[in-house]
């Protein structure tokens, strides 16, 4: 199973056991005790589900739904102690698909997490479109879903991995300096001594190419940068 769920909890004890619930059923996952490492790690990492515990310091789980929600579509499960209809309402309006109270049941926790799983999987089937999927070659790239296939395989690529790509696939036969990649990337005045996008770049031929040394798809144009 190839699922990987984030687990945020500022309670170490229920981090381990949410954790130890669903590596039983084959789930990876990765534990953070607060919601801003956890959006970090969005940063970095494909997460396909989240579990979201609603009291915590800093960021509050509400407020870190919110914050998830303004790029990303996976299912937010909300974890709270707290069982009032409002609550439930409030997590749920925030954007969250599910809400479970602690002390929860080890098997209604599962059913629910796979329950949103399957829909989203649905849901990303059932949302391709013509209009937002960039074909070459065998690499097929849906921008709507930011679902990435090589062949028909689903590649998974992590956000800045996908950004890079879609940036040179929008723009096939343009070179982009690292510079220019960076910046639209990542948002950021560039610095020459960074190498984020060259070992982005690296990441992304591993998983897209046959052949990482010899790509045919992301070609290097030295001196300059990079093109599709």
Same mark, same amino acid.
């Given at each position: ?38 959006? *970090? ?25 919110? *914050?998830? #929600?303004?790029? #990303? ?17 409030? $997590? ?29 999987? *649905? ?22 879903? #930011?679902?990435?296939?090589?062949? $028909? ?19 096939? $036969? ?28 690296? *990441?992304? #031929? ?18 300059? $940068?990079?093109?599709?």
């Amino acid at each position: 199973m190839d699922e990987k769920i984030l687990i945020v909890d500022d309670d170490e004890k229920i981090r381990n056991l949410i954790s130890i619930y669903l590596e039983n059923e084959g789930y990876k996952t990765i534990k953070v005790s607060n919601a801003i490492e956890a959006l *970090k790690i969005l940063e970095e990492d494909t997460i396909d589900l989240i579990m979201l515990d609603i009291m915590m310091h800093e960021m509050n789980g509400i407020e870190a739904c919110m *914050k998830i #929600r303004e790029e #990303r579509h996976m299912p937010i499960i909300m974890v709270s102690a707290k069982s009032e209809e409002m609550d439930k309402i409030y $997590g749920l309006s925030s954007g969250a698909d599910d809400y479970i109270t602690k002390p929860f049941n080890p098997m209604e926790l599962i059913a629910r997490v796979k329950s949103q799983l399957r829909r989203y999987k *649905k849901y990303n089937k059932d949302a391709i479109t013509d209009i937002n999927i960039i074909e070459i070659g065998a690499l097929t790239i849906n921008t709507d879903t #930011r679902m990435v296939c090589v062949g $028909g395989c689903e590649i998974r690529l992590t956000p800045k991995e996908f950004d890079i790509l879609e940036l040179l696939a929008r723009n096939k $036969g343009i070179v982009f300096s690292v510079s220019k990649i960076y910046e639209s990337v990542w948002k950021e005045d560039f610095l020459k001594s960074d190498n984020n996008v060259m070992v982005h770049i690296t *990441k992304i #031929r591993e998983k897209i190419e046959h052949n990482p040394k010899n790509p045919i798809y992301i070609k290097t144009v030295w001196g300059v $940068g990079y093109k599709i």
